[in-house]
């Protein structure tokens, strides 16, 4: 994680001085749109290659708006491998949605994430939770926030018995890895969890040709592919 806080607090350094110039990012953070709703979505499309037989399901957090390295993303990296995932795998998805949106600046979302953390929070999450038991593999995607999972994502975990499932650990990261966050999930949830995929964010959002090979060469090692 050293790596990540150290271009941190380069990044706070430059944000800083960004706005005593002026240059700052002019949007608002929060919303005061009412909780979408959300639901467990089935993909439209057939697996494209490298289906298995056995039911797929996507579970994915993902924060779009300003990041670091990134800039002002309409698709949060996380997504992106999800939803490539979703596609190869012909998985469904369920998207872990916070009821109170993050805040769209990255620096306000890094301080309430710390924050959250800190605390062990259980920020509450909407939809109706998606039914497991139906699924022999669950792929669950996060980014990493502060060596950590999102809080939201153990929210999930309180709601959902992953106990005996296989789950397939996915996050992206701007140079913490992993973070022994596979652990993690094991630890809490009691499932059974694969090898993990663990990426940039700025690959998945800015260099999809890389990001879809990675993510197929994991798949395939999980049994996925020809
Ligand atoms: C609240 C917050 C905390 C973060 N903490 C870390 C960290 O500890 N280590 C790291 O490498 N990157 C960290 N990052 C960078 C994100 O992990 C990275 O940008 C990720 O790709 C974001 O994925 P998303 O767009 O799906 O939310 C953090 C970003 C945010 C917003």
């Not at 998207?95 to 109170?100: L, V, W």
């Not at 964010?201 to 990675?214: I, L, M, P, S, V």
Request: proline share 6%; glycine share 8%.
């Amino acid at each position: 994680m050293k790596k990540w806080f150290t271009m941190m607090a380069l990044a706070l350094c430059a944000l800083t001085l960004t706005a005593c110039g002026g240059g700052a990012p002019a949007k608002s953070s929060g919303s005061s749109a009412p909780a979408p709703k959300n639901e467990t979505t089935a993909t439209d499309k057939k697996a494209a290659d490298v289906s298995t037989g056995k039911r797929a399901l996507v579970v994915y957090f993902s924060r779009a708006y300003e990041n670091y390295n990134v800039g002002y993303i309409e698709k949060g990296n996380t997504r992106i491998l999800a939803e490539m995932i979703a596609e190869a795998t012909g998985a469904d998805t369920f998207e872990i949605k916070p009821a109170k949106p993050y805040p769209k600046e990255y620096t306000p979302a890094t301080e309430l994430a710390k924050k959250e953390k800190n605390e062990n929070a259980r920020p509450e999450i909407v939809g109706t939770m998606p039914d497991v038991s139906k699924y022999d593999v669950i792929f669950l995607g996060y980014p990493i926030w502060w060596g950590d999972l999102p809080m939201p994502c153990y929210t999930f975990f309180d709601k959902v018995k992953l106990e005996g499932k296989t789950v397939a650990p996915f996050c992206t990261h701007e140079g913490s890895g992993l973070s022994g966050t596979d652990r993690y999930i094991a630890d809490t949830t009691k499932a059974k969890v694969t090898e993990a995929l663990e990426m940039k964010g700025a690959t998945a959002q800015k260099n999809r040709g890389e990001a879809k090979k990675e993510v197929m060469d994991w798949l395939k090692k999980l049994g996925y592919g020809k």
